[in-house]
């Protein structure tokens, strides 16, 4: 009986492993086909990522960029016509008011004739102006962002009744605690029209 348990009993050293090898296919034959295969998939692997990387790309910039209210809102247009002699017209551009004040002669030669150096911010009339007969500036007092009244205040432009500023005909800072004077937005004139923005 002894006998028989060591007859059956097998090491790893012994034991036999079948040869497989008319089963597998010969490198030389398949070796050409397989690489082909291979090169295929790595390219259509990288062609599918690249285009869902570029359709992901593509739609990020799409919800990044402006909307259509927001351009609406890039720009304003004035028809200056509309604008009688000597009137203000207050317009709403990027959520902050525009002044547009159609400017008399007598209005203009006024605000040649101030001394800029003793303002407090110094600035010629004609610095502030394209075209003399129309001020275009942003209602927005320089001081704490108050919304100026026009035709008001100590030289006839604007008075800010929050705490006392009094700008001239040219928005130019004149009296007050305001450090500057009216800001002048980009604008620009195309026929009768009064471009902003």
Known sequence: MHNKDEQQRRYQHTTQVP?????????????????S?????????ALVSAAGAQATVSDFLANMSASADVLALAKAEVDMASIPEGKNVTIK?????????HRTQDEIAEANTVNVQELRD??????????????????????????P?????????WYCPCHGSHYDISGRIRKGPAPLNLE???????????IIG
Not at 19 to 35: H, I, L, M, P
């Open 19 to 35: 040869d497989f090898q008319k089963y597998k296919k010969s490198s030389t034959t398949s070796g050409e086909a397989s690489r």
């Open 37 to 45: 295969f291979a090169y295929m998939m790595v390219g259509t692997t």
């Open 93 to 101: 551009w990027r959520g902050k008011p525009v002044f547009i004040r």
């Open 122 to 147: 110094p600035q010629q009339d004609a610095e502030r102006v394209k075209q003399p007969e129309w001020l275009v500036m942003l209602g927005v007092c320089t001081h704490l962002g108050c919304v």
């Open 149 to 157: 009244i026009g035709e008001a205040g100590d030289y006839g432009g």
């Open 184 to 194: 002048i937005p980009e604008y620009d004139f195309a026929g009768d029209k009064l």
